[in-house]
């Protein structure tokens, strides 16, 4: 069973950064592949990025790119999302995700964890 604890979200303004942090148990966290997701008020989960298991290789949906930037720290079994240059639009509840032996590229969550809010204001 894998735990999924994010942090790091809140209330900021337009052109703000944000890091959100999100902490796994279990012992084979690099076997993990990870991701973030968001959600809307009124519309469906979207994905926003993905990492490998090694952190080699990462994807993004097109309207983060050059903007967000995901990270895992395998020796302290987290993964980060740096959000830079937020936008209103930006706004949502924001979820990490982790599937076990998964692929980052075409990533299916096996795990969920409960979510941390951003806000963007204009």
């Known amino acids: 069973q894998v735990q999924l604890v994010e942090s790091g979200g809140g209330l900021v303004q337009a052109g703000d950064s944000l890091r959100l942090s999100c902490a796994a148990s279990g012992r084979s966290f690099s076997m993990y592949a990870l991701g973030w997701f968001r959600q809307a008020p009124g519309k469906d989960r979207e994905f926003v990025a993905a990492?490998?298991?090694?952190?080699?290789?990462?994807y993004y949906v097109d309207s983060v790119k050059g903007r967000f930037a995901i990270s895992r720290d395998n020796a302290k079994n987290t993964v980060y999302l740096q959000m830079n240059g937020l936008k209103p639009e930006d706004t949502a509840v924001y979820y990490c995700?982790?599937?076990?032996?998964?692929?980052?590229?075409?990533?299916?969550?096996?795990?969920w964890g409960q979510g941390t809010q951003v806000t963007v204001s204009s």
């Open positions: 995700a982790a599937e076990v032996y998964g692929s980052a590229h075409t990533i299916r969550p096996d795990y």
């Open positions: 990492i490998s298991t090694s952190g080699g290789s990462a």
